[in-house]
Structures are given as C-alpha cells and as structure tokens.
C-alpha cells in the first residue's frame, strides 16, 4: 500500500503496473548518456512524465512542479528495475507473466 509520505517515499516495483514498469525499462536506455542531457532530452522527459501519469502521479512531492525529487526517485526506480531484471529467472518464462516473474 502507498503511503501518504511524499518526501521519503521510494517507488517500489511491486506496487506499480506492469505498464509503468515497462516506461522504466525503456528509460533505462537513456542511462548511458551524461546527466545534463538525459533531463533536457524530450524523449526521456516524456517518458518520465508517462510514468507519473501512469502511476497517478503517487510518486511526485507535493511541493515541486517538475522535476526535483520525483525525477530522482525514477531514476532510482529504473536502476532498481535494471538489477531486479538481471536477477530474474527466465527458465519456463513463457508460461508465467510478468507478475508472476517479478515476485522470483
């Protein structure tokens, strides 16, 4: 359950769907290049705010308008998202979804 905590709140992969976890894994693609860049660049922006649209915007502080702390807080959650898909077990994969692999 998400908490009502927004200034030390955490994106935990467990908690989002399936589609914001895939914007993630998509972000991850953006992660080679340097800092400055990724955050001007409108195709990482945009997905960033799909993410906050898709998740409801659970993971935004109140106090910002873009950017700030929720911007670290998905780039946290894609990084967490690249180690939880490199640990996970693809044997038998194409018989469980994605769900169901998560939870390994």
Partial sequence: ???????????RLED???DARGLLVKAHA?????WAERIQDKGYLDLY??????TRGAYKTKSEEF???SLSRFEVAIT?????IK???YKNAEHQSFDDLMRK
Avoid: A, C, Q
Wanted: net charge positive; no cysteine; glycine share 6%.
């Fill in 1 to 11: 359950m998400k908490t009502k905590d927004y200034d030390n709140k955490m994106v």
């Fill in 16 to 18: 989002i769907s399936e």
């Fill in 30 to 34: 953006y992660r080679t290049m340097p």
């Fill in 49 to 54: 705010t799909e993410f906050l649209r898709e």
């Fill in 67 to 69: 950017g700030g702390e």
């Fill in 80 to 84: 967490r998202m690249d180690r939880r």
């Fill in 87 to 89: 640990t996970l077990n």
